[in-house]
């Protein structure tokens, strides 16, 4: 296919993916994540039951059934994900309730049907009816009321007596699990006790350790008792008290609990069609309760267990006592508590109570209560446990504040990085900026499309992006620039530019996009969006910045807009940068050494501010309606009973001029509404009133803090590790260390400076940190690209004649790509609003800090790393005899900067010259060689000195027997680690008397 | 924390050998090693020291103080790699001579 079909084809394509965005755009929503339209955003930790292990498996049919529970909550867009090996992410957009939505879709809703009587436990260990008072256990008429029941400290003592029972469904039994106890076995469950004052200080509890986990530590004075509690018995708690005569509930949660034999006879999952209703039959009291029926399975069973429950009551009425002393109960256990013990008429059900009708669970409903139970056993029980780790809050008016903020930035970075590209590239930018264009058009349809959920930090990552995005054509045109400038043609330069710039665009985007996929499979929820955006993007780059520009340059390559060098910017031939990076290395090298002194004494005097992502607690943000001052909210906190709550005053323009920041110990949903009810009463007119104005919380727990630390840590390592071995294949294993030495200096400098500063350091600021890692390498690539092409061409050059050669070819490639990526980030920082402002602080520090150590950090340790080769050297050696020195620069003997391509090889002969291999790093084969010095035209140039001082004799062999020890290389030693090994080299005649090469 | 502090005082102090003639064994990524590592060791062992306990500190055990354990460990660590370079240097100087 010719260049100009495909170029059309291209640009065809072009056209119609804009055509198909486009319509896309029109068509779809785009979809926002909760710190953009407001919401709740809870993450729940599973833990197992005894019934079901923490798996893929129970992991997803939890999330099943939570998600039957968001639709039965009428929420619109609901997120609910797995993250990480235990952790589920709900994310409920418009939701404003934290606490509600915590109640509705974490709770495990297990029910359990018991015939009561024969499975309460009694002091001696064994069931109530072979003690010698039962009623007296199982509470009578009065069965699992509060006033029979016992604290929770004797009931888990009289509990752990008992033997194993393990049942057939019991899963609770690991592999490898006896009976004897073993802290790490999920056997039975554990309680931590303190039996100085009879308290239980913890549990129940799936592993001994989990008594400690989360650094728990035991209260002062303390006397601690670990106890376990067997499989096959499991304490229950007294149904809740209520007002004998309102029939409201006084007390949710009495301390007052039976030891019950395991033996359930139904489970939630024989209960169907459970709806909320009121108790209206014969003598109803009107009260909400929840009718259901039960399936073929529970019918029967039921019946049978009712039958059973009828005939024992009928046993244990006495003469002339009331037959409410005798009748037997069956209990409903939710979640490890009572909520009814109804007691079977024997005379009314003698063969049992008739299923097929369906029945009812009564007693201390709201109707919000009644609906919730409902709904939790209409969606079922979920398989495994779930510990809200973290919870956050977003009022809408916030979301959207933050989402224009933004949209601004975004807009502005864009604006910036096209007026740098126009201005700096003429042409080539007017095309780049197409490109970009065309690039947000494809980006913005593929969030719709997949679709993306938008969050900050996607946005952040967005725009970053459009940095990337121009960094590439940067490459390109420098590249392409340099070409024409060295005397090609402009069809020719943008041809070779492109095909030269390629290998290093893709090396740096490649190593980006790794980063961002380690990022996405490793990081929290938050920063996943980021990562996700950050990939798309990175892939994105290469088809809009390199393909599509490629195609539009090509289809104009002969029109006057581009024939003319200076339309291209590339009209001077600058001279290049002459400064001796490598001789000033050391002057880089203390001022690095001396910021980091400074950053790792200040992380010794100041520490670094960790938020609350890391040391868990809760934040709350607020403003009020009227004019409140610091101590006036520190009043109304302690009032509430958070006196040690900490109240600091801030203005944002996001929360409406003044707010406050509140910060406590982790709260539930519930502490968080008990704050906004309490700061509305004071501050407004009552706890529903709008006291309060823009109203957002975020708690995590130290489980939570603890999963993003080490995330982070793991993301971190792997990505250095990949990135290490990404270099070392594309490169050489020595230019790999080089690189990781340069990363922990961005890293650590980043670092140090958010210490120095004492801003926070947050997971957005982690992925901030990952981010700096791809970018830093995206430049010393570049850098390491350069070298690696300049190494065969240059032969006789020390390495760091090399290196100072090819730093004065890249840095203005290196400053403008860093610049252009500065440019969005700074946008960011000045119009992003205060979440963004702490990325963009981070990133700015890291891409200053990785342009500045690609160029002064990384490539001198790699000049002085390479040059203790034998073969550098050996040229260093040889340099110094004949000049007394290393000059900065290779320079013929007149002094003259040597050019690595003479301006004689532009002017190709009929026959084809060479001048240097055509890809570079390349092998070239001795009668290259020989083609290329005579190509040079050595002989008859004056002498140079450092690079092509000796012109190559006509015979290889005598090449060897004229070798000095201070000799070069020769051209077929100059192979990089990519390139081929040579296999036409040809078999040196062996001296027969000594058996080796003459 | 604590290692955190080592490790950055162990690169900065690694920074300034390059006013060092380049005899370290394994060149200067043999001294970068050779810095951190002994930031590292030197660090935790009077750390280990000061807490009768092998552990590393975390963000409240960290100060100045702690921070500044790693100088002398940079420091041993740069001179003992400087030490067995000029030691192989010797060596193979001494090899080549007999020959």
């Known amino acids: 296919m010719t260049d100009r079909r495909r170029n059309t084809l291209i640009l065809l394509i072009v056209a119609g993916l804009i055509a198909a965005s486009v319509a896309v755009i029109a068509t779809k929503k785009t979809r926002l994540g909760l710190d953009l339209k407001g919401g709740v955003q809870l993450v729940y930790q599973a833990k197992p039951t005894a019934q079901s292990k923490v798996d893929a498996e129970s992991l997803n049919r939890a999330i099943d059934i939570m998600r039957k529970r968001v639709d039965q909550l009428g929420v619109a867009q609901p997120e609910i994900q797995r993250s990480g090996a235990d952790e589920i992410d709900v994310a409920l957009p418009d939701v404003s309730d934290a606490g509600q939505a915590e109640n509705e879709v974490g709770k495990t809703a297990q029910l359990f049907f018991y015939d009561w009587e024969p499975n309460v436990i009694g002091p001696g260990g064994k069931v109530a009816t072979q003690e010698p008072q039962p009623q007296s256990i199982t509470g009578g008429a009065q069965a699992g009321g509060s006033v029979f029941g016992l604290p929770e400290y004797e009931a888990v003592l009289r509990a752990a007596k008992r033997p194993a029972i393990l049942r057939k469904n019991d899963t609770t039994l690991e592999p490898g699990c006896t009976p004897e106890q073993k802290s790490e076995c999920i056997y039975g469950s554990w309680y931590l006790l303190n039996t100085k004052n009879k308290t239980v200080l913890k549990g129940p509890e799936e592993t001994q350790q989990n008594l400690y986990a989360n650094n728990y530590k035991v209260p002062v004075g303390a006397t601690p008792k670990v106890v376990r509690v067997n499989p096959g018995t499991v304490l229950v708690q007294a149904r809740p008290v209520e007002n004998e005569k309102t029939g409201k509930v006084t007390n949710q949660s009495p301390n007052s609990w039976f030891v019950l034999n395991d033996n359930y006879v139904l489970t939630g999952a024989d209960v169907k069609n459970p709806t909320q209703s009121f108790d209206e039959g014969g003598g109803g009291t ?7 029926g039960f399936t073929g399975h529970g019918q029967s069973v039921f019946q049978n267990v009712t039958k059973e429950i009828a005939h024992r009551g009928q046993e244990a009425q006495l003469p002339g006592v009331g037959k409410e002393a005798a009748q037997q109960h069956f209990a409903v256990v939710l979640d490890g ?15 049992g109570i008739d299923a097929s009708t369906g029945s009812q669970i009564s007693g201390g409903f709201t109707i919000t209560s009644a609906q919730s139970l409902a709904n939790e056993l209409q969606s079922g029980a979920l398989p495994i446990k779930l510990e809200l780790i973290s919870n956050s809050q977003v009022s809408a008016t916030l979301g959207k504040t933050a989402l224009n903020q933004g949209l601004i930035a975004g807009l502005v970075g864009f604006a910036v990085v096209c007026l740098f590209l126009l201005l700096f590239y003429r042409v080539l930018g007017a095309i780049a900026v197409g490109g970009l264009i065309i690039y947000g058009i494809y980006f913005f349809a593929l969030i719709k499309l997949i679709p993306i959920t938008m969050t900050l930090p996607g946005i952040a990552g967005l725009i970053l992006t459009i940095g990337i995005a121009a960094d590439a054509n940067i490459v390109i045109f420098e590249r392409v620039k340099e070409e024409i400038r060295g005397g090609r043609s402009v069809i020719s330069g943008i041809a070779t530019g492109y095909k030269r710039g390629f290998a290093a665009i893709v090396d740096a985007n490649v190593v980006t996009f790794m980063t961002a996929f380690i990022l996405f499979a490793l990081a929290t929820a938050e920063v996943k969006g980021f990562a996700f955006t950050l990939g798309i993007g990175t892939l994105l780059t290469l088809f809009t910045a390199v393909l599509a520009t490629q195609a539009a340059l090509g289809a104009m390559s002969r029109s ?8 291209l910017g590339a009209a001077r031939r600058g001279g290049g940068w002459t400064f001796d990076f490598m001789g000033a290395s050391k002057w880089f090298f203390s001022l690095s050494g001396t910021i980091l002194l ?37 009043k109304a906190m302690s009032a509430a009973g958070y006196g040690n709550a900490e109240v600091q005053k801030f203005v944002n323009k996001s929360i409406g001029g003044t707010g406050f920041q509140i910060s406590t110990k982790t709260l539930k949903p519930t502490g968080v509404k008990d704050i906004k009810a309490a700061l509305n009463t004071k501050f407004g007119n009552g706890p529903n009133s709008p006291g309060t104005k823009n109203f957002s919380s975020t708690s995590i727990g130290p489980t939570f803090g603890k999963t993003v630390a080490n995330s982070a840590v793991i993301a971190i390592i792997a990505s250095l590790l990949v990135i290490s071995a990404y270099i070392a294949l594309r490169f050489e294993w020595k230019y790999a260390v080089p690189v990781l030495i340069a990363l922990m200096h961005d890293l650590l400098i980043t670092a140090g400076v958010y210490s120095l500063t004492g801003r926070e350091v947050t997971t957005a600021t982690v992925a901030a940190l990952l981010t700096i890692l791809g970018y830093s390498l995206y430049d010393t690539i570049i850098v390491f690209d350069r070298v690696r092409e300049n190494v065969p061409r240059m032969p006789r050059a020390a390495f760091s004649q090399i290196v100072n050669r090819s730093m004065s070819e890249v840095l203005t490639r290196s400053l403008a790509t860093s610049f252009c990526t500065l440019l969005p980030v700074l946008a960011l920082l000045l119009f992003g609003g205060e979440t963004l402002k702490d990325f963009a602080f981070a990133l700015m520090v890291g891409v200053a800090s990785g342009a500045y150590s690609s160029v002064f950090i990384a490539s001198p340790v790699l000049t002085h790393w390479k040059e203790r080769e034998g073969s550098y050297r050996n040229r260093r050696a040889r340099i110094i005899r004949e000049l007394g020195s290393v000059p900065a620069y290779a320079t013929t003997a007149a002094g003259e900067k040597e050019d690595v391509e003479p301006q004689q090889k532009r002017k190709r002969s009929r026959r084809g010259s060479l001048m240097a291999p055509e890809e570079p790093g390349e092998q070239i084969s001795r009668d290259e060689f020989q083609e290329l010095v005579r190509d040079l035209d050595v002989e008859g140039r004056p002498s ?17 027997e004229q070798r000095d020890p201070a000799a070069d290389l020769t051209p077929e030693d100059l192979v990089m680690k990519d390139a081929p090994k040579p296999r036409d080299k040809r078999k040196r005649p062996r001296n027969k008397r000594h058996g080796r090469a003459r | 924390m604590g290692l955190l502090a080592w490790v950055m005082m162990g690169l900065a ?61 940079a420091l041993i660590g740069i001179a003992a790699v400087y030490l067995e370079g000029m030691r192989r240097e010797r060596a193979l100087v001494a090899r080549s001579s007999t020959r």
């Open chain 2, 13 to 73: 102090i690694w920074h300034f050998t390059i006013f060092l003639p380049d005899r370290f064994w394994g060149g200067i990524v043999g001294a970068f090693i050779g810095a951190i590592t002994g930031a590292i060791v030197v660090g935790l062992i009077i750390y280990g020291v000061k807490v009768s306990a092998f552990q590393v500190p975390g963000e409240s055990a960290t100060d100045i103080g702690v921070v500044l354990y790693a100088i002398p460990g």
């Open chain 1, 944 to 960: 140079s000195v450092g690079v092509a001082q000796k012109a190559p004799p006509e015979e290889p062999e005598e090449i060897e």
């Open chain 1, 286 to 292: 009107g009260a909400p309760n929840v009718t259901f």
């Open chain 1, 337 to 351: 508590q009572l909520i009814t013990t109804p007691s079977i008429d024997y005379t009314k059900y003698p063969e």
């Open chain 1, 598 to 634: 400074v950053g790792a004494l200040a992380i010794g005097g100041r520490g670094l501010n960790f938020g609350i992502d890391f040391k868990s607690g809760t934040r709350i943000q607020t403003a009020f309606i009227k004019p409140v001052s610091e101590s006036e909210v520190a």
């Open chain 1, 560 to 567: 006057k807009a581009v024939t003319h060098p200076a339309a």
